[in-house]
C-alpha cells in the first residue's frame, strides 16, 4: 500500500491543478466579456470569449483572473485582451467560432 502512496498523492494534486485551471480560466471569463462587449458590441460574448481563454497563455488568464475580483475590467485587463484578440490563431478562431454564430442569426 505505501509504494502506492506517490502515486495517489500525485493523482490528488494533479485534480486540485486542474481544478485550480478551470477556476482561473472562468474567472478570467468573466473578466473577458465586459471588454468584448464594451469594444465589440453585438459580438456573439461565449464564442468570442473562447477564443480568448484558449489562445490566452497561462500568464495572462492569471492576469485576468486577477483581474476578475475586481469586477470591473480596467486598463490592464482591455491591453491583455486586445493582445490575445491580435493573435492569428485568435483572429482565426474568431472567424470559424464567432461569424457562424452572427450569420445563422435571425
Partial sequence: MT????LLAGLA???????????????ARSAVRPVLAERFP??????ATDCVIDNATAGEILSLAADAATGRPDAG????TLTILSRPETITCLATE???????RG
Avoid at 509504494?3 to 506517490?6: A, E, G, I, T
Avoid at 494534486?13 to 480560466?25: F, I, K, Y
Fill in 42 to 47: 453585438g459580438v456573439p460574448l461565449e464564442p
Fill in 13 to 27: 494534486l494533479a485534480g486540485c491543478v486542474e481544478t485550480q485551471n478551470t477556476l482561473a480560466r472562468e474567472a
Fill in 77 to 80: 485587463t482591455v491591453e491583455t
Fill in 3 to 6: 509504494r502506492w502512496l506517490p
Fill in 98 to 104: 464567432g461569424l457562424p454564430v452572427l450569420l445563422t
